[in-house]
């Protein structure tokens, strides 16, 4: 069974404060890794997605991926009251275009 | 922008009653999903389809089935709804070759 490992919090930060959001992958054959937002209620939103190693960055958000550790991470820099959310890792099989999701993690930001 | 539209936002049922959850994308993709998602269990995949009247079971098929006759409706029936078929109900949508898939508002079902 592949896996996709987070923790589900909360992660409390105070505004203006850096977030760091973890994912841990279980198939190490992945190679698409995506960042979705999801506010209470409503459907993921995609914020980003990173293919290869190192850190990509967009805006106050970075994805940083680490293929031999297995892992995903996102920074969010300067964060806000309106980041307050949860967060899910998403990671493709290798077999067709399937998604594996973490459980995700809830991200609280403190005004 | 890719819009994904799902047929109801808030739907409540009673036991026995069959379901249909609408799914429609106006980006001429190829591959769709439906999804549930409960508290502390994430998302979890039901069926997907990557092709017109093709379809595959994803990790959770047991109670439902699926239809896609055009390319982009792909729809989710509950052939007899259960209580603990009660979820949120996430479509989901991305071309052929990309991983990236973008999902529709959801539909809130309450099963009675």
């Known amino acids: 069974q592949k896996e996709v490992e987070q923790n589900s919090g909360p992660l409390s930060v105070p505004e203006g404060a850096i977030a760091s959001l973890n994912c841990t992958y279980s198939d190490r054959g992945s190679q698409s890794f995506f960042w979705y937002r999801q506010y209470s209620g409503k459907s993921p939103e995609l914020i980003m997605f990173i293919y290869s190693n190192g850190d990509k960055e967009d805006g106050r958000f970075t994805a940083q991926l680490n293929k031999a550790s297995q892992y995903v991470s996102l920074l969010i820099r300067d964060s806000q009251p309106s980041d307050s959310a949860t967060y899910l890792c998403?990671?493709?099989?290798?077999?067709?275009?399937?998604?594996?999701f973490g459980g995700g993690t809830r991200l609280m930001v403190k005004p | 922008d890719v819009k994904v539209t799902q047929s109801s936002r808030y739907l409540v049922k009673r036991t026995g009653e069959k379901v249909f959850l609408e799914c429609v994308q106006d980006m001429d993709h190829e591959n769709m999903f439906w999804y549930r998602q409960d508290p502390g269990l994430g998302l979890r995949l039901i069926y997907f389809s990557y092709d017109v009247k093709m379809k595959e079971k994803g990790d959770i098929p047991e109670g439902y089935s699926v239809s896609r006759e055009k390319k982009e409706r792909f729809s989710l029936i509950l052939e007899s709804a259960s209580t603990n078929q009660t979820s949120m109900y996430l479509c989901?949508?991305?071309?052929?070759?990309?991983?990236?898939?973008?999902f529709g508002p959801g539909t809130r079902l309450t099963v009675l």
């Open positions: 989901a949508s991305s071309s052929f070759g990309a991983d990236t898939q973008y």
């Open positions: 998403a990671v493709n099989q290798d077999a067709g275009n399937m998604l594996t």
